[in-house]
């Protein structure tokens, strides 16, 4: 699997899987927000990666060299001050709606584990931290950073 592939395959699914509190458009990207975008919303970053030996002198099921590729990601949620949305009949605004979009995040990608690797070969997602920033003055975002780390098999 390629790392644009497997960041394509993280962003479309939280698309498909999280409702958009948007009437229409994209609101899950791969990079940060621009400070005159639409908020909420959500921002898929790549961390860092390692490619680990699987063992000394094996070979994965396609009789290839393998390695065990482990890729972090923050996803972020961006909501702005006064943002509100109206979800199951009940209506977050601000911190609220920030922490209900990071609980989305985090339920989509564990209960959906088995999606991801029959669908995209990944043999593991962790939930590595949940983390709050302060308010941003300036642009008066709340924000909260849910990192991931994404495991599958790397062959060549």
């Known amino acids: 699997m390629k790392l644009v592939e497997l960041t394509s395959a993280l962003v479309d699914h939280l698309r498909g899987t999280i ?23 959500i921002s898929v970053t790549q961390l860092s990666g390692s490619l680990d030996q699987i063992g000394i002198g094996e ?11 482990t890729i972090d990601y923050d996803i972020d949620v961006w909501v702005k001050v006064n943002d509100k949305t109206t979800y ?19 339920d989509t990608l564990s209960k959906n584990k088995d999606t991801f690797k029959t669908t995209y070969g990944i043999l593991d997602i962790e939930i590595l931290s ?9 642009t008066q975002l709340h924000r909260k950073t849910v990192t991931v780390r994404l495991s599958f098999l790397w062959e060549w």
């Open 130 to 138: 949940i983390s709050t920033q302060p308010l941003e003055d300036d």
């Open 88 to 106: 199951q009949s009940n209506t977050y605004v601000g911190t609220k709606l920030r922490d209900l979009y990071a609980d989305l995040v985090i």
């Open 19 to 41: 409702p958009s509190p948007h009437a229409s458009g994209n609101w899950i990207y791969s990079d940060y927000p621009r400070t005159d975008a639409t908020f909420p919303r």
């Open 59 to 69: 070979k994965t099921e396609q009789a290839t060299h393998g390695k065990l590729a």
